[in-house]
């Protein structure tokens, strides 16, 4: 395959994760205090996975059912990514509208985040690799590698749960730094994996890690998706580009306070140390061509 040169990307340090989960949980607590919601428009939460393990991507099942009964006993409208695109380019936007993600299709996900989506008539999009569940490349931020769903659960639980697909390029590299061919490729390439494996057109992409730039925008669009995920913190408006949605992310760390000022929009804006917690986890090389955003 024409995917194999690329740098991997690499996990924070477990000293970062601490730092940050205690600045995460001052600002949760400043954004309530304030008590004033951030104002309309689509906000994403993005996770990777539902289970008990000590990881820091994985919140456990009875913090998940917690956030979504959360969510529910707030009014708020859990709607799929594709039809949230929509109403943004319509320009109509009900109040307390959100999106829930899922990069790279662990199978803890069906196991134990659809019973909790199905019960509350929830949606989400799970964002899958194809070089991953064919074995030929690896999360190697792991020592075992958690289980990942198979072509075979994607499509039953494409065609009949909660749960819809989308892409996350073919091996999951930082694409920051690879060739304008491998670019492509990766792009273009895991939506017709994807496609062919699902039997339908697939609109939506995720950048892996968020890191991407104008080029990879544009090949973005090239390739035909309609929506493509960042993880930007923030709210979408209609003026976001559909190929720029921002994202926040719900990890370990995140207690009920801070799931709620998330999403209040007490965490829209980065925090300072971003660029450098950023260099941390994906090397000196990566970084983030943000200016457009």
Known sequence: MPFASHERLRPLPDAAYVAKAAIVRARSYAALARGRPAAGGVRILFYHRVSPDRDPLAVTPARFAAQMDTLAAGGHRVVDLVDAAAMLERGDVPDRTVVLNFDDGYLDVAENAVPVLEHHGFTATVFIVPGLIDGEVT?????????????????????????RFGAHTVT??????????????????????????????????????GLFGDREAALVGEAGYRVAVSCEPGTNIPATDPHRLRRTQVDQRDALVDFRAKVGGGHDRPLLLRTLHRRLRYGARSHEASSSR
């Open 172 to 209: 999951h590299p930082n694409l920051l730094t690879v060739s304008d061919r491998q670019a492509r490729d990766e792009i273009a390439g895991s939506k017709r994996i994807v496609e062919e494996r699902l039997g339908r057109p697939v609109e939506a992409f995720c950048y892996p890690a």
């Open 139 to 163: 999360l190697d931020w792991y020592e075992r590698q958690p289980p990942l769903m198979s072509w075979e659960d994607v499509a039953r639980l494409d065609a009949g749960s909660p749960l």
